[in-house]
């Protein structure tokens, strides 16, 4: 399904919307993670997917590849640990920790004490729990019934602590604000709700660095942005939010037609545009796409989308996993890219849009369009990524290097 958003709208970046997610906040978390070693060096590749560009028939599509971020093999490693980060220096503003150090774990004695509990599908909660062992302070991750063993074991591995419970993702996140309550614990989620706004924003300026990446490695100009249609995947809209925002603030009036994907399922921003408030998904929110199966809009997030995404998605679970294997066969001379489930949505999103004329024409896609996805993951639970994409991400990386030998040779 595709709804066309009437409250999008062409204007400047409000001010209003600078206080909650600015560039400037995106560059300071940008040079708070060059701190990290959890980090990967650099910036994610942009790549040029020229063939799939020409079967499409759209000008050119690239894909932006957080799968090598970091160990953690998603985007999610930009969130968690700037709201942690940020969470640290207001509770212990008086002693002027510098970020740099609180990433070093120069704080390590100080921290000790210090708990933080989040809920999860999976690379949020591995995320954060990496960035707390580093830092120095106790991880309590819960888990719903959903999620696998294979991801849970992903995140013990930096030393969480695991309580599982039935129910969905929305359920885990009732039960962390409990647990946070009854213990005197910090929840930090990538979630708003009423009353819990600073750590869902610091999460989403995380994700700015996305952003601020692409512009450069695209030499992008504020009245000549580099792309016409950004697509962008969605659970609870934390990562649409904080990548929009930036896109929206450097090209203003100019920025390009923003398209939020999301599973059928799990639709909650798709009924936040019918309803034009932050609403719940009308579906079983159990999807494959397990990053994105959310079933409550963030507030916070909604506010920054209302008025400038300017189409909402739906897609199956069989267009992700069509999505997963075309990346991965690099078809039509293109780079094989590992990418999951969540992180092929966008191009499952355009594909939908590509055999269907009238919402190609809805939103304004031609032979002229210039395509940018971001892959948000890689193949962060293995197993189901091989039954996805029919082959091995080692199998698909394999490819990928000799792709990138013989262009270099």
């Not at 849970?152 to 309550?181: K, M, Q």
């Not at 210039?370 to 199998?395: C, F, K, M, N, R």
Request: with cysteine; hydrophobic share 45%.
């Amino acid at each position: 399904m595709l709804l066309r958003n009437p409250a999008a709208s062409r204007n400047a970046y409000p001010a209003e919307f600078a206080r909650i997610l600015s560039i400037r906040g995106a560059t300071e978390s940008r040079e708070w993670l060059r701190c990290w070693d959890g980090l990967h060096a650099g910036s994610t590749p942009l790549r040029s997917m020229s063939g799939l560009a020409r079967r499409l028939n759209v000008g050119g599509i690239h894909v932006k590849d957080e799968s090598v971020r970091s160990d953690l093999g998603s985007f999610k490693a930009l969130g968690a640990p700037i709201a942690l980060v940020r969470l640290i220096l207001r509770l212990w503003k008086d002693r002027g920790l510098d970020a740099g150090d609180v990433f070093r774990g120069v704080h390590k004695n100080l921290l000790s004490g210090f708990t933080v509990i989040s809920a999860t599908d999976g690379n949020h909660g591995r995320a954060l729990a990496a960035a707390a062992r580093s830092v120095g302070c106790r991880c309590v991750i819960v888990l719903h019934a959903h999620v696998s063993v294979e991801r849970e074991a992903a995140i013990a591995a930096y030393g969480a602590d695991i309580v599982r419970i039935e129910g969905n993702y929305d359920a885990s996140v009732t039960e962390a604000a409990r647990l946070a309550a009854v213990h005197g614990w910090h929840v930090v989620s990538d979630t708003s709700y009423d009353g819990y706004e600073d750590i869902p924003r610091d999460v989403m300026q995380g994700y700015g660095v996305i952003a601020a990446e692409i512009i450069e490695q695209a030499a992008a100009q504020p009245e000549h942005p580099a792309f016409t249609h950004v697509f962008l995947q969605a659970g609870v809209g934390g990562m649409a939010a904080g990548i929009a925002s930036y896109f929206w603030e450097f090209h203003g009036a100019q920025r390009p037609c923003f398209i939020v994907t999301e599973p059928a399922q799990a639709d909650c921003l798709f009924q936040s545009a019918i309803q034009g408030r932050a609403a719940h998904a009308t579906g079983t929110v159990d999807s494959l796409m397990a990053g994105l199966a959310c079933g409550e809009t963030s507030p916070l997030a909604w506010r920054i989308l209302a008025p400038c995404i300017d189409a909402f998605q739906t897609i199956s679970d069989d267009q992700a996993v069509q999505a997963v294997k075309l990346l991965a066969e690099g078809s039509d001379g293109d780079i094989p890219i590992v990418s999951g489930e969540s992180g092929a949505a966008g191009l499952a999103g355009l594909l939908g849009l590509a055999e269907n004329k009238e919402w190609a024409e809805t939103v304004g896609l031609n032979r002229d369009s210039q395509i940018l996805l971001i892959s948000t993951e890689g193949a962060t639970a293995p197993s189901v990524y091989a039954s996805v994409a029919g082959q091995s991400a080692g199998a698909v990386l394999a490819r990928q290097q000799a792709f990138l030998a013989a262009i270099a040779a």
